[in-house]
């Protein structure tokens, strides 16, 4: 570019150089622009037209590219979502899980204690009535030593049981002379 720019700064001092020495008609350069033929004209149009073919395709592959994306953000997100359901699920099945044990651990707790209670009651009711059977047969030996000396003599027991303990109420005689008793 400077190299035609000094070339046109020359061209220009000698012209106006031969000019000055010349009384001569001035004259005029033309610059005639070089002619373009049809071929060429086509040519270039068919490149445009390719160019504009090749833009087209690029557009349509931008499109597609841009529609895959779009779909594999939406599949992430999907799965994003489902995973997120997921550990909720897990944290919900986790925590249920948990509950169940401690469940599981007061239940087994009350069984024990239940069992022991159990095993304290059937303690407690074999004592009352191995107490009952041997009062039973102090009371038979006493009703027949009143009934050898002619006095009859009847023992009525109340015996309560409530759910934890097992009472004797009372027992009271109930006594008369054989020749009181009424058989009804």
Do not use: Y
Not at 47 to 70: I, T
Not at 138 to 143: D, G, I, V
């Amino acid at each position: 570019m400077k190299s035609f720019l000094w070339f046109s700064l020359l061209l220009q001092a000698m012209a106006s150089a031969s000019s000055a020495q010349t009384t001569s008609k001035p004259r005029v350069s033309t610059v005639k622009a070089p002619a373009v033929s049809a071929r060429e004209v086509q040519h270039l149009r068919d490149a445009l037209a390719a160019q504009q073919q090749q833009m087209e395709q690029q557009r349509q592959q931008m499109e597609q590219l841009k529609s895959q994306l779009q779909q594999l953000l939406n599949a992430n997100q999907q799965a994003s979502a489902s995973a997120q359901k997921v550990e909720s699920t897990a944290e919900q099945a986790q925590s249920s899980a948990a509950q169940a044990e401690q469940s599981a651990t007061e239940a087994q707790r009350l069984a024990d204690q239940a069992s022991a209670n159990a095993a304290e009651t059937k303690t407690q009711l074999s004592l009352v009535s191995a107490k009952t059977q041997d009062e039973d047969k102090k009371l038979s030996a006493l009703q027949m030593s009143w009934a050898a000396s002619g006095l009859r003599v009847t023992f009525v027991s109340a015996v309560r049981t409530l759910p934890s303990r097992v009472f004797r109420i009372a027992t009271v005689p109930a006594c008369a002379f054989a020749s009181e008793w009424k058989e009804s």
